[in-house]
Nanobody, 121 residues
Framework: QVQLVESGGGLVQSGGSLRLSCATS????????MGWYRQAPGKQRELVAI???????NYAEFVKGRFTISRDNVKNTVSLQMNSLKPEDTAVYYC???????????????WGQGTQVTVSS
């Protein structure tokens, strides 16, 4: 059973910063990619940023230049540094781990329980 445990959410003023962390119960190289998604009330869950096992990153347009995703291969954690936060960044942020499909198994996706980020204006 894979566990992803997020931490670091909270309340911050507009323009402030927060750092989210996600700890995995499995060796981080078990996953082909890890990332962060978010879901605001009444909206669909959306991709924020991902980092692959070889270190490539991809960001949603709305966070480029403000958020940075990183991974610690020793501590088996993935972090999201969020700067210049805006009220529209308010959402529950979810850690995600993904395994590509192979000849022997289908793709696998794992989710954390989510952590609330609230940005006040």
């Amino acid at each position: 059973q894979v566990q992803l445990v997020e931490s670091g959410g909270g309340l911050v003023q507009s323009g402030g910063s927060l750092r989210l962390s996600c700890a995995t119960s499995r060796n981080i190289f078990s996953f082909n990619a890890m990332g962060w998604y978010r879901q605001a009330p009444g909206k669909q869950r959306e991709l924020v940023a991902i980092v692959t096992s070889d270190g490539n990153t991809n960001y949603a347009e709305f966070v480029k230049g403000r958020f940075t995703i990183s991974r610690d291969n020793v501590k088996n954690t993935v972090s999201l540094q969020m700067n210049s936060l805006k009220p529209e960044d308010t959402a529950v942020y979810y850690c995600n781990a993904y395994v590509y499909p192979t000849d022997t198994h289908s793709s696998r996706t794992y989710w954390g329980q989510g952590t609330q980020v609230t940005v006040s204006s």
